[in-house]
């Protein structure tokens, strides 16, 4: 019975894809991790347990009735200036029997001179990026729970403006007894509403996404394995003139290799120094080989470390993500629970490890 629910979800979220597996796509900023926790993991999981709500925004089916009333609120410190905020808010509307989440992330790129193609300066742009959510999860039988995520995204770059609706839908099976869990989510199913001016309409990011956390029973460890892109075997990027100048192997090949395989693999482990203190680390395989530059050093690339303070009114999270030799990607995250702040009810029902 399960293994059906699993089999057709899949071929439900096949089915409803509207983009092409190849190519360009448009609203790139979707792929970026709204979570510190996330960040810290190789910025792809779907099938962590924790009561962070920022893990919810990327998995609508995370969703639990023990987030209600919880809000997050994310800095991003990111690269050339650019600052990423994100906001989330949960409740549990016992009437329903439903879990609701509404999440806000905004892109400001600053303020950039405007020119005209003989260099004249005639104003500033500020350009900005910011996607809406609304989820709803709910939970059948036991160990099930699935949730779905409706998305407005727009996009302003002064008189290039763009906008659409995506959708995200996640199966989660959650074995607490034997601190366990699985997940699939189809990611970014939809469309533009409105096109840039003068290009043609392009594909949103989907992304279908399974993966699996186990915790053990006598060690203060978790591991996750997680694979994206399954609906895509090769997703190599392969630029002949890149190839040849920076001494990659150039060229496509339709054989099966260890490195075409692991590109769609995210590892985790989690720490858990007492009830106190979160540790979290991450390789994202796909992100070390693309960032990677020929034969030179590439430090950490791939790599991401994360640390947690979860205190009983408040969860303090920071991520750090290595994207190039040298550099790396800032995240700050708070969690608090606003009922245990101003009265606003009780929890539901809480699940997890």
């Known amino acids: 019975m399960r293994l059906r629910i699993i089999i057709g979800f899949c071929i439900c979220s096949f089915n409803g894809v509207a983009q092409t597996l190849g190519g360009n796509t448009v609203f790139n900023f979707l792929k970026l991790s709204p979570s510190p926790q996330l960040t810290a993991m190789g910025g792809v999981n779907v099938s ?3 009561d962070d709500i920022g893990l919810a925004v990327n998995n609508p089916a995370l969703l639990q009735s023990s987030m209600h009333t919880q809000m997050n609120t994310v800095f991003n410190n990111f690269y050339a200036g650019i600052k990423v905020y994100d906001l ?3 409740f549990h509307n016992e009437k329903l ?5 509404w999440s806000l992330d905004y892109f400001n790129y600053g303020s950039i001179q405007q020119a005209d193609a003989a260099g004249n300066v005639f104003g500033t742009l500020r350009p900005v990026d910011w996607v809406m959510q609304v989820s709803a999860s709910r939970k059948y039988m036991e160990k099930w729970n699935y949730g779905t995520t409706l998305k ?9 403006r763009a906008n659409g609706i995506a959708i995200d839908a996640g199966v989660l099976y959650n074995d607490s007894a034997n601190l366990f869990s699985v997940s699939v989510v189809a990611k970014n199913m939809g469309f533009q509403l409105k096109r840039y001016a003068g290009t043609d309409a392009q594909d949103l990011p989907f992304d279908l996404v399974l993966g699996l956390t186990k915790r053990l029973e006598n060690a203060p ?3 996750s394995f997680t694979a994206h892109h399954l609906h895509q075997f090769d ?6 003139g890149f190839n040849n100048e920076n001494g990659f192997p150039g060229g496509s090949s339709s054989r099966i290799s260890l490195d075409k395989i692991f590109r769609h693999f995210v590892f985790a482990t989690d720490v858990y120094l007492g009830d106190k ?7 994202n395989y796909l992100r070390r080989q693309e960032l990677n530059i020929g034969n030179s050093g590439n430090g950490l690339n791939g790599f991401s470390l994360g640390v947690g303070l979860l205190l009983k009114k408040i969860q303090v999270r920071y991520a750090i993500a290595a994207y190039q030799n040298n550099t790396a990607y800032n995240q700050f995250g708070l969690n608090m629970k606003l009922n245990e702040y101003f009265g606003l009810g009780k929890f539901g029902e809480r699940i997890g490890w």
Do not use: M
């Open 152 to 160: 407005f995204i727009n996009s302003n770059y002064g008189i290039y």
């Open 97 to 101: 029997n439903t879990n609701f989440l």
């Open 88 to 90: 989330a808010f949960g």
């Open 48 to 50: 962590k347990i924790s």
């Open 221 to 223: 460890f978790g591991f």
């Open 235 to 240: 997703i190599r990027y392969s630029d002949t």
């Open 277 to 283: 203190v979160e540790v979290n680390v991450g390789y």
